[in-house]
């Protein structure tokens, strides 16, 4: 995870969004649409695949202890590693972890999460380490995994419900996302010998992050990037997990959607700051989201570290 920009000091962010703004707006073709997001094809593809099967919610199915919990030393730093770092040598003490599922886009894993060739980063995290999914928003020219004839959950490009290029298709591309990354990460939990062959869940309790950059394609449209951010947090609460973020910065999260008050009641983790001292001063800024700002990002020695802000005091007193 590397942020194309970096966020400015707060009392400077209303300039940086607005130029950001007229950026975004002079651009012809979508948000960091260099190459599909999701396909490997050279060109936009403009075929109809068979819509995905739909997801159900599963019943939860028992899951074993982990056996392996990393010590962690809460005066380290906190860390997130990826597919950039696969095979290079990881910190020993750390605080907290976050391990990236995807391969730097979605419908694709990150090939060093479980059992591979490399080391695996989930087991350097530990069983239980946040994960964060990527997320974008390509359109049906771009996206071999367009949800076209989907008819679950909501409706695309059916019979009921023509037309390929709608929210209701976003929301479905956000969903289908979601759920591959969740079959990825719950792969390398039973791969890591830390859930049962046949689970349906991944275990334990963490935060999943969805991971909002122009380095992956959007749209033009905030709306349908809301709404494909809306699909993805909508399939992970299916599952029931403990809790669901966002990973973006001020001005990322301006760009992709519009800066939107949608998900103000999720945690933020903000990337961007310059050191741990100027990490420890955001904390106090409002987050991007409206939401909670949890975790603040910095890079020191080409590796992502991060500071988790002390919980506000209006929170301490609502804790129980």
């Known amino acids: 995870m ?27 073709a979508p948000v960091g649409a260099v190459e599909p997001i999701d396909s490997s094809d050279p060109v ?4 109809r695949r068979p819509p995905p099967e739909p997801t159900e919610t ?29 095979g290079d040598p990881l ?3 750390i605080s907290f972890a976050i391990v990236g599922v995807n391969g730097g886009r979605v419908y694709s894993p ?38 076209l004839g989907q008819a679950a959950q909501l409706e695309c490009d059916t019979a009921a419900s023509p037309g390929a290029d709608t929210a209701d298709c976003a929301y479905l591309y956000g969903w289908n996302a979601a759920a591959d990354s969740y079959r990825i990460a719950l792969e390398a939990f039973i791969g890591l010998g830390w859930a049962e062959p046949d689970a349906d869940r991944v275990p ?40 669901v973020g966002f990973y973006s910065t001020p001005l990322l999260w301006w760009q992709v959607t519009g800066g939107t008050d949608a998900f103000a009641d999720y945690p933020a983790w903000h990337g961007g700051a310059s050191d741990q001292a100027e990490a420890d001063e955001w904390c106090v800024a409002d987050s991007f989201t ?14 992502d570290h991060n500071y988790r802000c002390p919980p506000a005091p209006d929170s301490l007193s609502a804790s129980h």
Do not use: H, K
């Open 2 to 28: 590397q942020p194309a920009l970096r966020p400015q000091a707060p009392r400077r962010r209303v300039l940086v969004l607005t130029l950001g703004v007229f950026a975004l707006l002079a651009s012809a």
């Open 44 to 47: 936009p593809v403009f075929r």
């Open 58 to 86: 599963p019943t939860p199915s028992p899951t074993p202890t982990p056996s392996v919990t990393r010590a962690l030393d809460p005066s380290a730093p906190g860390y997130d590693v990826s597919w950039p770092q696969c």
């Open 91 to 93: 910190p020993e003490a």
């Open 110 to 147: 990150n090939p060093c999460l479980g059992i591979g060739e490399d080391d695996s980063q989930l087991e350097w995290a530990g069983p239980q380490a946040d994960l964060y999914l990527n997320t974008g928003n390509p359109g049906p020219d771009r996206s071999g995994y367009w949800p």
């Open 204 to 243: 334990g309790e963490r935060t999943w992050w969805l991971d909002v950059e122009v380095a992956n394609t959007w749209r033009l449209d905030w709306s349908l990037n809301v709404a494909m951010l809306q699909g993805a947090v909508d399939y992970l609460e299916s599952m029931e997990v403990s809790e």
């Open 290 to 303: 409206g939401g909670e700002l949890r975790i603040v990002q910095w890079i020191e020695n080409g590796l």
